[in-house]
C-alpha cells in the first residue's frame, strides 16, 4: 500500500524536552538496548570473592569500557573504601618483611612522610656533624687522648735523656741515638768509643726500646677507646635530630600503634646507623671513570598499595 510523504518520518514535538542540547544530559550509565549484559555486570560485581573477573565482549567502539566504568565508579560510591597495605622492612629478618593494614589512604600518607622524613635526615644529620657544638665536643675526646699519648712518649724521651740518648721521630717510625753534650753522636765517633760504653748504650736503648714497643702496643688499644668515648656522642647527636622528627610522625599515626611501634624501631635503627647518612656519597672508579654512588636507604621504604 503505497505511503504518504509524512508517513516516511516521526516527528518529534521539541516542546516536550526539558533541555535545550544533549549536552545537558547526565551520561548514560546502561548499554540501550543490553538489559541483560547489564544485569550480567551487575551480578559480576556483586560476587564478593577472590578468583572472579568481569569479561565484556563485542565489537569495539560501542563504549563498552566506558559504560561499565561508569557503573563501577557508581558502584564504588556505596561501598566501604578498601584498606590500604604496606610492606615494612623487618630490621631483625629482612628476608621476612612485615605486612600491615591501614585504614585507606593511611599507607599512601605513611610511604609519603617516610619518604620525606630520610630525605630531611640526609641533609639534617650531616649538618649536625659539621655543627661548631659537635666538632667541640669531639675535638675535647681527641685532645685528651692525644694528650695521653705525647704524655707518654714525652715521658719516654725524658727517661731516655736522662741515660744521654735521645729518641727520634722519623719517616718510618720512632727511633732512639746517643748523644754528647745534647748532640747525636755519628756513627763513626760511637764506633769509635770503648767497648764497654757501647754495651752500656746498647743496653740502655735495649730497654727504652723494650718500653716502646709496649707504648706503640698501647695506641691500637687507645685508639679503641676514643672510638667507644666518640659513639655516645654521635649516638646523642643523631638522636636529637631524629627524635624531632619522629615525635612528629608519632604524632601523625598516634592512633595506629603498630606504625608507632614501627617508627621506634626505625628510630632506634637510624641511631645506630648514623655512619649511613654521613658517608652518602662514595667515589668509585669504573673503566677510568669516577662514578659517585648514594646510600639509597633502601631499609626505610614503604612499599604500599
Known amino acids: 500500500m503505497p505511503l504518504a510523504p509524512q508517513q516516511l518520518r516521526h516527528a518529534c514535538d521539541p516542546e516536550q524536552f526539558g533541555f535545550q542540547t544533549t549536552a545537558e544530559l547526565e551520561s548514560l550509565t546502561e548499554l540501550m538496548g543490553q538489559v541483560r549484559a547489564m544485569d550480567a555486570v551487575r551480578f559480576g560485581t556483586g ?5 572472579y573477573n568481569i569479561y565484556v565482549p563485542g565489537p569495539s567502539g560501542m563504549g563498552k569500557r566506558s559504560l561499565v566504568q561508569q557503573f563501577l565508579a ?16 623487618n630490621f631483625t629478618q629482612p628476608h621476612k618483611p ?19 622524613l630520610v630525605d630531611y635526615l640526609r641533609s639534617a644529620i650531616p649538618a649536625l656533624f659539621e655543627s661548631d657544638e659537635y666538632r667541640a665536643k669531639a675535638g675535647a675526646i681527641q685532645d685528651e687522648f692525644s694528650k695521653r699519648q705525647e704524655d707518654a712518649f714525652k715521658a ?46 746498647a743496653s740502655a736503648i735495649a730497654g727504652l726500646q723494650e718500653r716502646l714497643e709496649k707504648i706503640l702496643g698501647h695506641l691500637p688499644q687507645w685508639g679503641k677507646e676514643r672510638s667507644e668515648r666518640v659513639k655516645p656522642l654521635n649516638r646523642d647527636t643523631t638522636l636529637s ?50 662514578v659517585v654512588t648514594r646510600e639509597t636507604f633502601h631499609r626505610y621504604q614503604v612499599m604500599c598499595w
Open 47 to 51: 560476587i564478593g570473592h577472590d578468583g
Open 74 to 89: 557508581k558502584k564504588v560510591e556505596a561501598e566501604p573504601e578498601p584498606a590500604d597495605w604496606c610492606y615494612l622492612n
Open 98 to 116: 612485615q605486612a600491615i593494614r591501614l585504614p585507606s589512604g593511611k599507607g599512601a600518607e605513611l610511604c609519603r612522610h617516610m619518604a620525606q
Open 156 to 201: 719516654l724521651g725524658a727517661d731516655a735523656g736522662k741515660q744521654g740518648i735521645v729518641l727520634l721521630r722519623t719517616p718510618s717510625g720512632f727511633a732512639f741515638a746517643p748523644t754528647r753534650n745534647q748532640e747525636v753522636i755519628p756513627p763513626d765517633e760511637f764506633a769509635k768509643l770503648p767497648e764497654e760504653e757501647k754495651e752500656k748504650i
Open 241 to 290: 635530630s631524629v627524635r624531632r622528627v619522629m615525635d612528629e610522625m608519632r604524632a601523625r599515626f598516634s592512633d595506629l600503634p603498630a606504625i608507632r611501634k614501627y617508627l621506634d624501631i626505625v628510630q632506634q635503627d637510624m641511631v645506630e646507623h648514623a655512619d649511613d647518612f654521613l658517608r652518602q656519597e662514595e667515589p668509585t672508579s669504573l673503566s677510568g671513570l669516577t
